[in-house]
């Protein structure tokens, strides 16, 4: 057993440190509305927008699998890759409110072969690598679990009278 290290951030002030819910850190532009990540601090991303300020916001912890490679060779930055380069799975995740993507490593043990375009995942974060003293953490996205058609999350369990609308009732369209 070896004693609990301090935790920090492999790249300081790009996602909270919580245990439990950890969340990117991004902005919303003040004029337009985009989002971005990392946080915009000079001009806003919308090409049609001449905004300069910006709000610094978590982003959503959940989204979908939009792409998803391996990463046999170390990517360029912005992705914070272990010295020596450890092969890791890659995604790009589709933030539904903020209408944007984030790239970002796969958890560990994940595979590509455990992932397909809409899986539901979350972030997690985890040890990137180490020293005498500290872990330092990186973003991740790991399979939430839900079944693809579901939206099944951890909790209490829905009542099965919620269970409605699924074969069209009330609607014909
Ligand atoms: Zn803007």
Redo the contacts with the bound molecule.
Sequence with gaps: MTPAKTRRAAVEGWFTLDEAEPALIGSR??????FAFPKETSF???PV???TEFVETELSRHGTVWSYTNACYQPPKPYVAADPYIPFSLAAVELAAEQMGVMGQVAGGVTVDDLAVGTEVELVLETLYEDDDHEYVVWKWRPSGSPPDGRVRPGPARPAVARRGLDGGGRDD
């Design positions: 532009c003040s004029d337009c509305g985009t806003c991303r919308n927008c001449s905004g």
